[in-house]
Antibody, heavy 121, light 108 residues
Framework: EVQLVESGGALVQPGRSLRLSCAAS????????MHWVRQAPGKGLEWVSS????????DYADSVKGRFTISRDNAKNSLYMQMNSLRAEDTALYYC??????????????WGQGTLVTVSS | SSELTQDPAVSVALGQTVRITCQGD??????ASWYQQKPGQAPLLVMY???NRPSGIPDRFSGSSSGNTASLTITGAQAEDEADYYC???????????FGTGTKVTVL
């Protein structure tokens, strides 16, 4: 069974840092790009960041560029997000997702259950 | 950056057909993927590519695309289809991934 399990979410003060992890199982992790997507309470989905299979291509949403760093360890089947200079607007449920592509199409499947980050003093 | 616009809410009578649309310039270049999200759950992929349905998704879900609009149609909506639905595609210029604004589907 393909499974993604996020961890590391917490209540943190503005300006502080946090590191999220996503443990993958059930598929060949180093064959796939991985992404982080977040959802603020009561709001829609927002793409945050992506990393290619070999970490050669990395991208960020403008809202987190310069503050967040995505990384992966293929030997450990794990994805990470280092979040620095956190702001109240970063409060959200953070999902990791495996992304496949083909023929001008990309799809996020599966998703983890999410880990909650709350930024508040 | 590119935006993907969806109607905020639609309703459908049990057993009837509902179409959810997603509009954006990037859809002239890329196909959309569609996600169903029920309260307290992670999003679930229900459609991708030209008209590909993942294993386990009922065949009452279908997808189509024309110009700058992608559509997800539920033919014979069931009570369990009540959820939020999001489209996703890729911005043609920035190559960033973009989610639609979301549509809440209510089954009456």
């Amino acid at each position: 069974e393909v499974q993604l399990v996020e961890s590391g979410g917490a209540l943190v003060q503005p300006g502080r840092s946090l590191r999220l992890s996503c443990a993958a199982s059930g598929f060949k992790f180093d064959d796939y790009a991985m992404h982080w997507v977040r959802q603020a309470p009561g709001k829609g989905l927002e793409w945050v960041s992506s990393i290619s299979w070999n970490s050669g291509n990395i991208d960020y949403a403008d809202s987190v560029k310069g503050r967040f760093t995505i990384s992966r360890d293929n030997a450990k089947n794990s994805l990470y997000m280092q979040m620095n200079s956190l702001r109240a607007e970063d409060t959200a449920l953070y999902y990791c997702a495996k992304v496949s592509s083909g023929g001008y199409s990309w799809w996020f499947d599966p998703w983890g259950q999410g880990t909650l980050v709350t930024v508040s003093s | 950056s590119s935006e993907l616009t969806q109607d905020p809410a639609v309703s459908v009578a049990l057993g009837q057909t509902v179409r959810i649309t997603c509009q954006g310039d990037s859809l002239r270049t890329y196909y959309a993927s569609w996600y169903q999200q029920k309260p307290g759950q992670a999003p679930l992929l229900v459609m991708y590519g030209k008209h590909n349905r993942p294993s386990g998704i009922p065949d009452r879900f279908s997808g189509s695309s024309s110009g700058n609009t992608a559509s997800l149609t539920i033919t014979g909506a069931q009570a369990e289809d009540e959820a939020d639905y999001y489209c996703n595609s890729r911005d043609s210029s920035s190559k960033h991934y973009v989610f639609g604004t979301g549509t809440k589907v209510t089954v009456l």
